[in-house]
Structure formats: C-alpha cells, structure tokens
C-alpha cells in the first residue's frame, strides 16, 4: 500500500483491521494533528500496519479479553506530526526516538520493528487510584505480556505500551515512584509478582 495521496485512500488505510477488536483508524486521531491541521498519515503503510498488527494481537487484545475496555489515548503519529510536537514542547520526544514507538513505519536505530500506543485502563484506574497503584498494572503486563518497554504517567495511569522485536521489558513512571520500576539486570525483573496486583483478573490465553 502506497502512502495515501487522496481522502478515500486514507478512508481505506483506516479500515484496515489489525486484529480482532482494533483498525488502522482507531490509532490515526491526534491533537496536534487535529489542532494544528497537520496530516498524521504513514509514510510507509505497510510498514505501520505490520507493527501495529503486532501490536494489537500480543499487547491489546489481551488487556482487553482481561480488563474489558482499553481507551486509546495516543498511538501513531507521522514524522511531520511528531517533529512539530518536538519542537514545540508538546510531549514528543525526537523522530530518532520515536522510530518503532509512536513513528510505527520506521524501524528503530538496530533495525527492530515496533509500535506503542498511550493507554488506559479504566478498570484499574476506577478501583486502584492511590499513589503507586500504577505498579498493579505495570507488574500485570510484566508477568503476562511480551511487551518492549511500559511508561506512566500520573493522570489516569495512562501508559505507553511498546510493542518491539526482540523485546527487552522495561518499565520506568513519571507517576510518583517516578524512575526505573524494572529493567533487565535488577534482581525484580524475574519472577512472579503476582501478590503486587491481588485481586486482578487472571490472564486468559484466547
């Protein structure tokens, strides 16, 4: 699929299905693009298709089958897109950083395809919202999950999920404990951490 040039193009980029329960569509909106009238559409389709394929299948339909509803708060956005929000403060990191996190059609600086999308739970955030709740979820993914990296934020518990080839499961929050909660070498990494979110739904392979 060549990058659309046409309304009805993006119309068919949108309905792409990328698993079950989530299309292309579902991970296009963004605020600066809405706002400030700047178009978020891939460069290489096929490219963020394959990544958020990947994505969806092993990150969110099993939040879902658990948790029920998982809202997107944001998830691709085009280097056009992204740049701007760079260099106007608006919680972007660089395009170099974004390749294979929010910039889906570009491989990361080793080659590795991937994707994120900023999420919420509201099932864990309308019964867990006390300070460092974010960590039932965070150890949740962690044991259950072959996610790349998880990062909080203090409203909602939001989390940019990050789906990665070859991935390396990190979890840091700017959510108060902010900093490092796990990363490979630290002596938490393995293991079970199942007593850190009692009372959560089992995980369910479909």
Known sequence: MRKPGSMSALEELGRVRLSENFYMR?????????FYGIPNIPHHPNVAIEAGTNLCRELLE??????????????YRSP?????GNEK?????SNENNHAH?????????GRLGATACVVVPW???RHQNEGDWRKLAWWIHDHLPYNSLYFFPKLWAVNLNWREQPEQRIDSYAEPKG?????????????HGESYEGFPLFRDR
């Open 180 to 192: 490092t909660l796990t990363k490979p070498g630290m002596a938490n990494h393995s293991g079970d």
């Open 26 to 34: 579902d991970f296009l909106y963004s605020e600066i693009s809405n």
């Open 89 to 93: 403060g608006l919680n972007c990191g």
């Open 102 to 110: 929010h910039i889906w059609d570009y491989r990361d600086a080793v």
């Open 124 to 126: 864990v955030w309308d």
């Open 62 to 75: 099993p939040l879902r089958y658990a948790f029920g509803h998982v809202a997107i708060r944001s998830a």
């Open 80 to 84: 056009e897109v992204n740049a701007f």
